[in-house]
């Protein structure tokens, strides 16, 4: 089958890119191409475009992957736009845009609206979209994944299953390889073993939170973390995230802006609570580790699974009470 030279790849969420690039690779052949990524909000090296134009000495093929395309500004579009037209045959590009989708539609910027990149690819039908995970959605990633594992799930309980996964596809998947281990030999998933799914993401995160602030014991909750040996580039980068949103609205009920942040009344009292209790020093010193881990591995300082044990290190030290001897 002919390969695309690029693809538009339209999708909020960072583990179904990762799953549609991997389904590319073996539809074209690909699985052994050099696998380059690079991000569109930070300066693009001079690599990012020799990867794109310049045919390797031994001939070998390389997938070049730019995560949040949706955030490049229009000069730089314009470069693209002509780099593309030139691009090199050993070279496949995977453009992601990544921006949040509303109800008015698929989320592609105006600006690449105009380019000829964008026009040609759709004429081509070289681009692939999702919304992301819903109730909905959920019942085919569920289903996918059963199929691949071998794993029975009937009807009624794939139905609950749609209706207590979280919404984020990473960590949808932790809670399905929960589930693999919990229908065992059988490989069978039973109604019995919905109830083992974990509060929403988001949640879990308050309460990891919360738990640090008063001293509590977070093992338990990063215990999820620190033992998954799949992928951790994906979930460093949705823990980030989350510790970003959760940040921001604690920084916004600290500075009389909780009438912005949209939560239920019970939740919102609890995060007033949590947001007076560690001040706005430690409050801006979260957003600094998450800069800190983000950079780190994406100046290739540091390997996700390293960052991300940083990252609980710094938390942990951060939300530790002060030591008798430690003014």
């Known amino acids: 089958m002919s390969r695309p030279g690029f693809m538009f790849l339209i999708c909020p969420d960072a583990e179904l890119l990762h799953a549609r690039i991997g389904e590319l690779q073996e539809q074209y052949n690909a699985g052994d191409f050099e696998k380059k990524v690079y991000w569109a909000d930070e300066e693009l090296p001079r690599q990012f475009w020799d990867d794109l134009t310049l045919q390797t000495l031994f001939g070998s093929s390389k997938i070049v992957i730019l995560r949040r395309a949706h955030t490049l500004k229009a000069a730089v579009w314009d470069t693209l736009d002509k780099t593309i037209a030139s691009l090199a045959g050993s070279s496949f590009l995977c453009l992601c845009l990544e921006g949040k989708w509303e ?13 000829k990149c964008w026009k040609f690819a759709e004429k081509q039908k070289w681009t692939w979209q999702s919304a992301g995970l819903d109730e909905k959605s959920l019942s ?17 309980v794939m139905a609950a299953l749609a209706g207590a996964l979280p919404r984020d596809a990473r960590a949808a998947r932790l809670e399905l390889d929960k589930l693999e281990l919990a229908a065992g030999n059988g490989r069978k998933v039973l109604m019995e073993h919905v109830g083992l799914i974990a509060h929403s993401e988001e949640m879990d995160f308050f309460q990891f939170m919360r738990s640090m602030s008063e001293g509590g014991d977070p093992v338990e909750i990063w215990r999820r973390v620190l033992t998954n040996h799949s992928e951790k580039d994906s979930m460093i980068f949705m823990l980030t995230a989350s510790l970003t949103r959760e940040a921001r609205a604690l920084w916004m009920m600290l500075h009389g802006e909780e009438s912005a942040v949209r939560l239920p009344p019970f939740v919102k009292k609890q995060k007033q609570a949590l947001a007076q209790r560690l001040g706005p020093a430690r409050i801006a010193r979260i957003f600094d580790m998450v800069l800190e881990a983000e950079l780190g591995i994406k100046t290739g300082q540091r390997k996700p699974e390293q960052a991300l044990e940083l990252l609980v ?13 430690r003014r």
């Open 103 to 115: 109800s008015k539609g698929t989320p592609v910027p105006a600006v690449l609206k105009k380019r």
């Open 140 to 156: 085919g990633f569920i289903g996918k994944w059963a199929k691949k594992n071998g794993i029975a799930i009937d009807r009624p």
């Open 313 to 325: 290190a710094s938390l942990t030290n951060m939300f530790s009470p002060p030591s008798p001897g």
